[in-house]
């Protein structure tokens, strides 16, 4: 996540804020887990393979989601996502 | 200047070169800002970059003749002061420390809507930058403490409180409320005497024999200011329960809104002078974040209808009672 989001943890919900953009935007508990997991690996196949323990999905619906949910957050600069 | 005048309005002191009657007479403390209205005149680019804008859409306002998409608001920087035009009506430049507000009126402006402008549109985005955090929203005084209601113009904001106002529920706010944080929780700020209604609110819901003004020239909307009718505090005040008012429904329903749901509207509640600022911006963050947990919000759903407003009023009222020793006990 680029050094310019700050981050606030609230229960299972996760607000962004893009300090350069004044973008907000409001995470779900799974949404949460995804960011929160990003933090810690910066992958988006690791957090998926750690989410798809926890949470009742299959495989292809959480990458869907989790591939959306990185998409849009790229799209609000909240997330810079390295193809390489 | 020649400053003759000095004023209250949110707790700080305003003096000014003109007379603001919409204004409390202040005889004591500090001067924290003056404010000075200049010569009419037209409006220089020169030097202005524009960072930000609010669209006569985004802000809810309809103003004659004026297209949708037209900026109602220009922000802009030059020389180190804030630029804030009103394409319409003309030019206030604001200095880096909010000490000093200047006004440069079109030629066709009248002082009205001039004093409208500054004390409506300009001072909440001042007060944003001295204060921890400024909602547009309207408030009054219960007996457990103030409540207010925030959302979108011409969501019933105004109409609301007038109508807790018209029962004997003091007024705080029209739409400027000042949060301060304190040892038992955040505090309500009253802003200054009046509120803005349409015509047919006031028709409506108001005792007919009861004087309104104009609040600007070109302005729909009428101005009370009779506080025998709609009474009004003038001590800051706890606050007790925010709620953010929705779209027009059915029946009237209260719920809690989730902390992460309350700090995003309290967000697209607040004023901000100035967007950019990153270092505001986190300061911001950290202030709905502490307002989200501390404030009990909910979100309510009622009828848009002048003949329920007491209903909805009796709603409320019990929900603060029948949460009162759950939600407000800190």
Known sequence: ?84 | MNSTYRYGICDLVLISNIALPELTPASDGDVECQFELLDAGLPSSDGVEWFHQWRIEERGVTADGARLEDPLLQFGRCSGDYVLRFPSYGEFTITRNTKNIRCRPLPDTAEMTVRHLLLDQVMPLILSRREHIVLHASAVLTRYGAIAFAGKSGKGKSTLAVSFALEGFPLLSDDCLVLRPGHEGWTALPSYPGVRLRPSTVQAILPRDLRTMDVASEAVKRRIADTKVLPQINEPVLLRRLYLLTEDAGSTTIEKVSSGRSMISLVEFAYNLDITDSDFLRQQFNTVNQVAREVPIYAIHFPRQYSTLQAVREAILQHLHEDDNIDIAR
Do not use: W
């Open chain 1, 1 to 84: 996540m680029p050094d310019e989001v700050a981050t606030r943890k609230l229960g299972d919900e996760t607000i962004l804020l893009n300090l350069k953009t004044g973008t907000y935007f409001g995470l779900d508990a799974v949404g949460s887990r995804f960011v929160e997991l990003l933090e810690t690996s910066s992958e988006i196949a690791a957090a998926h393979r750690v989410m798809l323990q926890e949470f009742e999905v299959t495989a292809e619906v959480l990458e869907a989601d989790l591939l959306r949910l990185a998409e849009e957050m790229c799209a609000k600069r909240l997330l810079v996502v390295d193809t390489n």
